[in-house]
């Protein structure tokens, strides 16, 4: 079983900003409710794997999704004048989206490390977290 949800919902992500941008008509409404959706549902598929606590495969996750998706694509988008290389998306729709993995996600050394990074801008080592 192949676990990457990162690219996916990295695009779906920012098609999701896209949707957001363009002006509003029943269909780009649609479109937004089904990527907010499809986000909900990665989400709580990363949780349910979590939670069967296979120790190393949480591990590899979590610096996966920190590393690919949360802290390029959702932190990184909270600042406008950082000057990166990575995709960026409104602070609004950044917002939205940690809310939704700090809500949804509860697996606690992913959750020390974002709250870390966000606050500190520490570079997740997952390795030390318990």
Do not use: W
Request: contains cysteine.
């Amino acid at each position: 079983m192949k676990v990457n949800p990162s690219p996916a919902t990295g695009n779906n992500v920012l098609m999701m900003e896209r949707c957001l941008r363009t002006e509003a008509t029943h269909l780009t409404r649609n479109k937004l409710e089904s990527l907010v959706a499809l986000h909900l549902d990665d989400m709580h598929y990363v949780h349910d794997i979590m939670l069967l606590q296979m120790q190393s495969l949480n591990s590899m996750l979590c610096e996966h999704l920190l590393n690919t998706l949360l802290i390029p694509l959702y932190v990184y988008s909270l600042d406008p004048s950082l000057k990166v290389d990575s995709p960026q998306v409104s602070v609004k729709c950044a917002l939205f989206l940690l809310s939704q993995v700090f809500l949804i996600l509860t697996h606690p050394p992913l959750v020390k490390q974002l709250k870390l990074y966000i606050c500190f801008e520490e570079n997740p080592n997952l390795e030390s977290s318990d």
